[in-house]
């Protein structure tokens, strides 16, 4: 498991709008942290996970141009991360959201990460 990927993946969604990067504890919610990333916060890390994700996916579904199988697998991470009965599970999908869709359509310049 990879808290810090966890980490780094809500601080970047939550400065993605900002357009500065936040630091830790610096979301509304205050979920941008390792420490949440634990097996008795599973509910509090699906949460954030799901809503970093949302928060990226708007981003990219709003820039236009996706076809339809792309949009539907964008679409579809929430949902696998509510389904995922663990931390090994959330941790494998940040990781391939990481690897699969922020590495494609977000760039990171200054700590700041933003649209390519």
Known sequence: MKPKKYEDLLRAAFGLSAGKEIGRWGDPARLANTDVFSKGNLSSV?????????????????????????????????????????????????????QTVVDKYFEYKEGVCSPK
Not at 49 to 64: P, Q, R, S, V, W
Request: charged share 30%; no cysteine; proline share 4%.
């Open 46 to 98: 699906k949460i954030g996970t799901g809503y970093a994700i949302e928060i990226f996916n708007d981003a990219i579904i709003n820039k236009g141009g996706l076809d339809d199988p792309e949009h539907d697998r964008l679409e579809a991470f929430p949902e696998r991360v509510l389904s995922s009965a663990d931390l090994a599970g959330i941790s494998a999908l940040i990781e391939e959201y990481d």
